[in-house]
C-alpha cells in the first residue's frame, strides 16, 4: 500500500533515514519504536506528504485516505467539538448542503421540475452511500467513547485545552475512515478509560495502522509487527513487546560480544606488531598483520541498556502508618464534594496505583496528602518520619535556571548517592557533557526528566509520582521499573501507563462515586475485578475476598485456577491447623501452575523468536535476483517452507495468547497476601 524505495532524509546532517526500503500492507497493524529523536514523527510526515524525501521516492495509491494523528495540533477550525468533527467529511457535509439547497428550491417552485427531482434523488441515494445519515450518530460515539459528555458537543471548540482538542482531532480521524491510520503518541491525552475504548476500537480497525507509541501495553494488544528506527534503519520484530524486548537484549549482548572479539583481535595484532617491528626475520609476518588490521571493518560497540545498578536504600524508614485519613471531605466550592467520607490509612512498603477519569480528583489527593491543600472537614496525618518525594509537571517550575543539571541534581543527593549521579543522569538520556548544560536552555521534556531523576536521589522515603514515564522512552521506562521494584520504600503513582502500573504496584485505588475503593493487586487484577465486581460497588468486599479453599474429597484431580479459588464460605476468623495445612498446599499448588505457565510461555517466545527470524531469511531470499536465477524447484521448496512457518506462527501466537490467558486468570484470582 506505501512504499518506500532508498528513502533518505537528514536533519542538520544527522541522518535519520539512510537508503531505507520498507512498506505497510494493506490492513496491517504496525508499532514504530525508537529512541527519542530516531525520527519516527518524521517518517510520518514523509507519508503524509509535509516532508519530502531527499533520496528515493515513497510510493503511495491517489486513492488511498490518510489519518494523521500528530503529538500536537498547531492549527484548527474553531467551531463546535461535534461540527469540527463532522468537518472531517467534506464530501458528506457538502452533500448535505446541496440537499437541502435544492429542497429549498423545490419549495419555491410553483411547478415541479423533474430534472430537479432526479437530481434530489440521485443525490440522495449517494448520501446514503456515504453514510451520511449515520455519520452525526458516528461522530457522537467517537466522542463519548474519548471522553465528551453531552453538553460538551455543542461547546466552542476552543474553550477546551489542548489535550482535550487532540481527542477531538482523533474523533475527526475516526470518522474519516481511512486505509492508513499513521497515530503519534496517541494515549498522551487520554485517561485510562478512553484509552481502553480507543484500543478495542482500533483492534476491529479495518484499515492499515501505523502506531508511534510509548504505550507498551497497547503495542502488545495491538501490533502484529514491531519496526524499530535506529541509525537510519527499520529492524523488524514480533507484534509482542517482550518478545521484541529479548530479541533486542540478545542482539545487543552479541554486538557486545563481537565487539569485544574485535579489540582482543586488534590489541593482539598491536603487541605482535611492537614486539617484532624490529625484528627482519618476521618482517612479513608484521606486514601481514598490519594490512589485516587497515582492512578490519570496525564493529561499533553496542548502546548501552539504561538500567539502575543500585538499589535504594533507604536510610530512615517511615512508622509503619505513612498516610491516614479519617473522614475526609473536600470540595473546591461550596456543597459540590470531590471526596466523601474518606477513612484511608497508606501503609508503610505498599506501592500504589491511584485512577479514576479526568476530573476524579487524583491530583487533589496528592496535594491533600503534600499539605497544598486542607481537608474541607476531617483529618489527614502524615506518619512521624515520613519524607516525601513529589514528581508532578507543575514540580519544574523549582528547578534552578542557572544551575547545571548535574549541579541541580547534587544539591539534593545524599553524600552515598552522589558516585550514582552519573549513571541515573544517563538512564535519562543526559550522557556526557550534557550534564553540564544549563536548566533555562533545556526543553519541557528534559527538564521533566531532570527533575525525575532528582527526586530518584532524594533522600525521600514516600514517593508520590504524577505520570512519571510520560517523557521516557522505552528503555529508560524499563529501567525506572526495575528502580521501582527495588525500592524499599512507600509509593503512589498516577499513570495511564497500563505496562508501568503492572509491573510495579501491588495494590489499586480507584476513585469512584467521591469514595476510594481499593484493589488487592495490580492493574490487570483491578480490570479482571472490574469486569466482575463483588460487591454493588465493585469494590472488594472483605468477607468475599478470594480464599485459598481446600478441596473436596471428589476433587482430587482436578488442580485448576477455578477450584483452588472458590470463594470461601464466610466463617469465624479463627483457623484450624488443618485449614491452614490445606490452604498452604492450596497455595503451593497454584504457585507451582504459574511457574509452569510462565515456563511454558517463555519456551514458546523462544520458539515465536526462531520461527519469525527464519521466516525474514526466507523473506531476504525471495527477494534476491539471485534466488529466481537458480530454477523453479528451489523458489517453490522456499514458498513451500514460507507457508508453513506462516502456519506455524499463527498456531504458536494463537497458543501465546491462550497461555497467556490462563495465566492471567490464575493471577486475577490469586490474592495478595497481607503485609504484617
Same mark, same amino acid.
Given at each position: ?49 509535509? *516532508? ?246 570496525? %564493529? ?68 491533600? %496528602? ?11 496525618? $502524615? ?88 517523557? *521516557? ?171 508453513? $512457518? ?31
Amino acid at each position: 500500500m506505501v512504499i518506500f524505495n532508498n528513502v533518505s532524509y537528514s536533519v542538520a546532517g544527522q541522518p535519520l533515514l539512510a537508503r531505507l526500503s520498507w512498506s505497510v500492507p494493506a490492513g496491517k497493524r504496525i508499532a514504530l519504536i525508537g529512541a527519542n529523536g530516531a525520527g519516527k514523527t518524521t517518517l510520518l510526515r514523509l507519508i503524509t506528504g509535509e *516532508l519530502t524525501p531527499q533520496e528515493g521516492q515513497i510510493i503511495i495509491p491517489k486513492n488511498l485516505r490518510i489519518g494523521y494523528l500528530p503529538q500536537e495540533l498547531i492549527n484548527f477550525q474553531n467551531s463546535s467539538v461535534l461540527g469540527y468533527v463532522l468537518d472531517g467529511r467534506p464530501d458528506i457535509v457538502s452533500l448535505e448542503k446541496k440537499i437541502k439547497n435544492l429542497h429549498l428550491q423545490l419549495a419555491n417552485q410553483k411547478q415541479e421540475d423533474s430534472s430537479l427531482l432526479n437530481l434530489l434523488g440521485e443525490w440522495e441515494e449517494k448520501f446514503r452511500a456515504l453514510g451520511g445519515y449515520l455519520v452525526e450518530a458516528q461522530a457522537k460515539t467517537f466522542l463519548s467513547g474519548l471522553g465528551f459528555s453531552l453538553p460538551d458537543f455543542r461547546r466552542a471548540l476552543n474553550r477546551f485545552s489542548g489535550g482535550w482538542i487532540m481527542r477531538a482531532h482523533l474523533a475527526r480521524l475516526l470518522l474519516q475512515e481511512p486505509g492508513l491510520l499513521l497515530l503519534d503518541e496517541p494515549t498522551n491525552h487520554l485517561d485510562l478509560t478512553a484509552l481502553e475504548w480507543l484500543e478495542q476500537y482500533l483492534l476491529s480497525f479495518p484499515g492499515a495502522i501505523v502506531l508511534v507509541s510509548h504505550d507498551r501495553f497497547l503495542i502488545d494488544r495491538l501490533a502484529e509487527d514491531i519496526y524499530e528506527l535506529e541509525k537510519g534503519s527499520l529492524t523488524k520484530y514480533p507484534g509482542k513487546y517482550r518478545i521484541y524486548l529479548q530479541e533486542k537484549r540478545k542482539k545487543i549482548e552479541q554486538q557486545r560480544k563481537k565487539y569485544e572479539e574485535q579489540q582482543a583481535e586488534k590489541e593482539r595484532i598491536i603487541r605482535f606488531v611492537q614486539k617484532y617491528r624490529a625484528d627482519k626475520k618476521r618482517a612479513r609476518q608484521v606486514q601481514s598483520r598490519l594490512k589485516h588490521l587497515e582492512k578490519m571493518r570496525p %564493529i561499533e560497540p553496542p548502546p548501552p541498556l539504561p538500567r539502575f545498578d543500585f538499589r535504594f536504600q533507604i536510610h530512615h524508614p517511615s512508622y509503619k502508618d505513612v498516610v491516614t485519613m479519617k473522614q475526609l471531605y473536600f470540595a473546591y466550592e461550596t456543597d459540590q464534594w470531590l471526596f466523601e467520607e474518606i477513612d484511608w490509612q497508606l501503609i508503610r512498603g505498599e506501592k500504589i496505583a491511584l485512577i479514576g477519569p479526568n476530573g476524579s480528583g487524583k491530583t487533589t489527593l496528592t496535594r491533600l %496528602i503534600t499539605g497544598e491543600l486542607k481537608p474541607t472537614k476531617g483529618t489527614i496525618r $502524615l506518619g512521624a518520619r515520613t519524607k516525601i518525594g513529589h514528581y508532578t509537571q507543575h514540580q519544574l517550575e523549582i528547578l534552578h535556571p542557572e544551575s547545571t543539571i548535574y549541579d541541580e541534581i547534587l544539591s539534593s543527593t545524599p553524600e552515598d548517592r552522589v558516585p550514582f549521579i552519573r549513571e541515573v543522569l544517563g538512564v535519562f538520556q543526559f550522557r556526557g557533557d550534557d550534564i553540564f548544560k544549563k536548566i533555562k536552555i533545556l526543553s519541557g521534556g528534559e527538564k521533566a526528566r531532570v527533575a525525575l531523576a532528582k527526586i530518584l536521589l532524594s533522600p525521600a522515603n514516600f514517593l508520590i509520582l504524577d505520570e512519571p514515564t510520560t517523557h *521516557l522512552d522505552l528503555m529508560a521506562r524499563e529501567a525506572l521499573e526495575e528502580a521501582l521494584s527495588n525500592y524499599e520504600g512507600t509509593v503512589l503513582v498516577i499513570s495511564h501507563d497500563r505496562y508501568f502500573l503492572d509491573k510495579i504496584v501491588d495494590k489499586v485505588i480507584a476513585i469512584q462515586d467521591k469514595k476510594l475503593i481499593p484493589y488487592h493487586g495490580n492493574y490487570s487484577y483491578y480490570l479482571a475485578k472490574k469486569a466482575r465486581p463483588s460487591s454493588p460497588s465493585g469494590a472488594e468486599a472483605p468477607e468475599n475476598h478470594p480464599q485459598f479453599v481446600p478441596l473436596s474429597p471428589d476433587e482430587p484431580s482436578s488442580l485448576t485456577a477455578q477450584s483452588l479459588l472458590r470463594p470461601a464460605q464466610p466463617s469465624s476468623r479463627r483457623k484450624s491447623k488443618e485449614q491452614k495445612r490445606r490452604e498452604a498446599e492450596a497455595r503451593q499448588a497454584i504457585s507451582q501452575m504459574r511457574r509452569t505457565l510462565q515456563v511454558k510461555i517463555k519456551e514458546l517466545e523462544q520458539k515465536i523468536a526462531n520461527l519469525e527470524n527464519r521466516k525474514k531469511a526466507i523473506e531476504l531470499k525471495l527477494a534476491t535476483p539471485q534466488t529466481y536465477q537458480a530454477g523453479g524447484p528451489q523458489i517453490t521448496a522456499l514458498q513451500k517452507e514460507y507457508a508453513q $512457518l506462516s502456519r506455524e506462527l499463527d498456531q504458536s501466537y494463537q497458543q501465546w495468547e491462550k497461555l497467556n490467558q490462563e495465566l492471567e486468570k490464575l493471577l486475577a484470582n490469586l490474592p495478595l497476601r497481607r503485609k504484617k
